[in-house]
């Protein structure tokens, strides 16, 4: 169920950057929805590289469990990165947005 949320959040944010027509509202409501899945990707990282040496520590851990905890920082370091740019770009955007109206708000 993550899996599903994370993705269309994904591809909600691409869409936004992407689109032309966007309002402030719009941009506030899913930079704070890319905050905390940014947020909790942060915290499952931590938590696997955490779990990564626990099992480095204890001799008789298994192959098993060490290739799945580093398929684990493996798989959400990328969407890590994603998420942050994603979010970087979309914070350009509403900069962009608002010296736009600025720049309309003078020239009146």
Known sequence: MANALDTTLTAR???VLASD???EPELRELADQGEGWARSLEAQVASAER???QL???PESGLTEFATALRRVETLRPELVEVR???AALDDR???LRAGWLRA???T
């Open 13 to 15: 944010l691409r869409e």
């Open 21 to 23: 027509r966007v309002t």
């Open 51 to 53: 779990r990564l040496s």
């Open 56 to 58: 480095e520590q204890r």
């Open 85 to 87: 740019d994603l979010l």
């Open 94 to 96: 509403a900069r962009d």
């Open 105 to 107: 708000a003078q020239q």
